[in-house]
Nanobody
């Protein structure tokens, strides 16, 4: 079992940056995959980026070149650096932990980029 606590959301203008943090209650080396998902109003939740226990990363095409996922293993924390934010990035962002088929979610953090 793992608890996930997200932070760092907020309201920013288009073109600005935000960094989201997801603190895990256990060593992230014990978590197969950690990821960031987002859900905009009236849309399905979608994968934004993920990082494996070995450090391999995947970033969704819609945010590639603007968003970066990273981690601090000493702090058991995964980050999502979001640059050049656009109105279409507005959503609730959720941290996810996949422990070999068992999925855990954080409470979500709102990111708003007004048009």
């Amino acid at each position: 079992q793992v608890q996930l606590v997200e932070s760092g959301g907020g309201l920013v203008q288009a073109g600005e940056s935000l960094r989201l943090s997801c603190a895990a209650s256990r060593s992230i080396f014990s978590i197969n995959v950690m990821g960031w998902y987002r859900q905009a109003p009236d849309k399905q939740r979608e994968l934004v980026a993920r990082i494996t226990s070995s450090g391999s990363t995947i970033v969704a095409g819609s945010v590639k070149g603007r968003f970066t996922i990273s981690r601090d293993t000493a702090k058991n924390t995964v980050y999502l650096q979001m640059n050049s934010l656009k109105p279409e990035d507005t959503a609730v962002y959720y941290c996810n932990a996949d422990m070999y088929g068992l999925l855990y979610w954080g409470q979500g953090t709102q990111v708003t980029v007004p048009s």
